[in-house]
């Protein structure tokens, strides 16, 4: 998943600066840990429910229409207004706050020894256009909520602490999505991310709606140039496995594989009446199979798909259509069967445009093998659970799962009424908030703890194996 010249820059950068160390050496779910006590500040640590309550609905006021939900697309002109929110909560604080060239927004909190890469938590403002006010926005504000209560109490912490409010993690306004963090994890390029485009097909970038919003920054871009020792994450679960368990949190123990495409059909021009049927070379129809063979897919090899755009031209009434575009993902809780079913589509896809005379395009713009996150981050957010919490996992992507690339990572899941996700009826109660907040904080604290005795970290066995293998290859 990373090429050997990152994988060689990684090492090189985190021991240049100082970043804890891993060890290749890591069994799936091995979060065994010596001890179930947290640490003595996280214990003491406490957060303003109230505060944190009123923070989610003040910030879902900046929102295009969409009654009992949130419509804050990445870079319009309520995310500029969430951002600016943002910015003006944490310079109260007395962060060092920067923006990147992909609109990242970067606070850091300085602590006792600040030669320590910074412990990091983030997740992200903007929403999907159906969305509710918890995902995302959960992550940011409820990081933000740590930091205060942090600075109230008196709690100083050994290394740093760093908030992120990641873009375009959505893909809601720009393909592809994880927008930022992947450039960040050295997956994609400034470039690249900028040349993103809208998904209403009106040719706006997002480096274009960012530069609008006075959102392209001038600080750190990568982790070669902002490196961090960790990086956690709340997040409204998208399932019920906590409702049914009777549980308010939970610890992400790892994430569903995922494979995201795009696909462009090319066909002829016709008239829609007079052209015999067997000459036609009709992008639609073709699509329309492809789309019927996606459906059939996933019950074929026990996955999931999704078709998440369309755009076909030319437009009118009696036009054939010569140009399909699509966009799909498939998802699978094998790597396997993930892979199996990239396979397949690629197939049907060849077959069917054969049939069709179709000119076909096909990129393959993200592929997630699904795996689990770090044995010791994880640990310590099962530690800040505590009874109140158990094991879970997420079925899609977070930005969390491209910093797992590069240190660390943990997530902690707040219930979710019905598991009900990227819809205005999207809900998590606020004692479930709050516990996430808090659990956040002491996860954190836990690891900044452990950072005091501990420099060499468990890999994740996927990145452990890939990481031999590229070993392998360079020798």
Same mark, same amino acid.
């Given at each position: 998943?990373?090429?050997?010249? $990152?994988?060689? @820059?990684?090492?090189s950068t985190a021991s240049r600066c100082g970043a804890p160390r891993v060890l290749p050496t890591a069994s799936r779910r091995a979060y065994a840990s010596v001890s179930s006590a947290n640490a003595p500040a996280?214990?003491?640590?406490?957060?303003n429910g109230d505060r944190l309550w009123d923070d989610i609905h003040y910030t879902a006021q900046w929102s295009a229409p969409s009654p009992g939900g949130?419509?804050?697309?990445?870079?319009?002109?309520?995310?500029?207004?969430?951002?600016?929110? $943002?910015?003006? @909560?944490v310079l109260a604080l007395g962060a060092d706050y920067k923006v990147n060239a992909t609109g990242t927004q970067i606070a850091v909190i300085g602590g006792e020894d600040d030669s320590i890469p910074p412990i990091a938590m983030g997740s992200h403002l903007d929403t999907v256009a159906t969305g509710g006010r918890f995902d995302g926005p959960l992550?940011?504000?409820?990081?933000l909520e740590v930091l205060r209560s942090l600075k109230e109490q008196g709690i100083k912490t050994r290394a740093p602490l760093c908030l992120f409010n990641w873009t375009n993690e959505e893909g809601a306004r720009f393909f592809p999505l994880l927008g930022s963090s992947?450039?960040?994890?050295?997956?994609?390029?400034?470039q690249a991310a900028h040349a993103s485009q809208s998904n209403d097909h009106s040719g706006i970038t997002m480096g274009?709606?960012?530069?609008?919003?006075?959102y392209v920054g001038d600080g750190p871009n990568t982790f070669q140039e902002f490196p961090i020792s960790a990086h956690f994450e709340i997040h409204v679960e998208q399932a019920t496995t906590l409702e049914k368990a009777g549980k308010p949190i939970g610890w992400v123990e790892g994430w569903q594989g995922m494979t995201w495409y795009s696909l462009h059909l090319k066909g002829e021009n016709g008239h829609a009446n007079t052209y015999p049927m067997h000459s036609r070379r009709d992008a639609l129809a073709g699509a329309g199979k492809i789309i019927s063979a996606l459906d059939d897919l996933a019950y074929t090899h026990n996955g999931r798909t999704t078709v998440t755009n369309i755009l076909s031209g030319p437009w009118g009434a009696c036009n054939i259509q010569s140009d399909t575009r699509l966009s799909f993902c498939l998802m699978h809780w094998e790597a396997s069967g993930l892979d199996a079913m990239g396979a397949d589509i690629e197939a049907r896809i060849r077959a069917i445009s054969a049939r069709h005379g179709l000119e076909t395009t096909v990129q393959r713009d993200i592929h997630l093998h699904p795996g689990d996150f770090w044995p010791d981050a994880v640990d310590c957010v099962r530690r800040a659970c505590g009874e109140k919490g158990m094991p879970s996992r997420t079925g899609t992507g977070h930005d969390s799962t491209m910093t797992q690339l590069l240190v660390p990572t943990a997530m902690v899941f707040a219930r979710a009424r019905g598991g009900v996700s990227h819809s205005p009826e999207e809900w998590s109660?606020?004692?479930?908030?709050?516990?996430?907040?808090?659990?956040?904080?002491?996860a954190v604290l836990n690891f900044d703890e452990l950072m005091r005795t501990k420099r060499e970290f468990q890999l994740p066995a996927h990145i452990a194996a890939e990481r031999q293998a590229m070993s392998v290859g360079r020798n």
């Open positions: 998943m990373l090429s050997s010249k $990152f994988a060689r @820059q990684l090492s996280a214990d003491e640590l406490k957060v949130v419509t804050r697309l990445c870079a319009d002109d309520n995310d500029k207004l969430a951002r600016d929110w $943002f910015r003006e @909560q992550g940011v504000i409820g990081g992947t450039v960040y994890a050295g997956r994609s390029t400034i274009s709606e960012l530069a609008r919003i006075g109660d606020k004692e479930d908030c709050v516990e996430s907040a808090l659990t956040l904080g002491r």
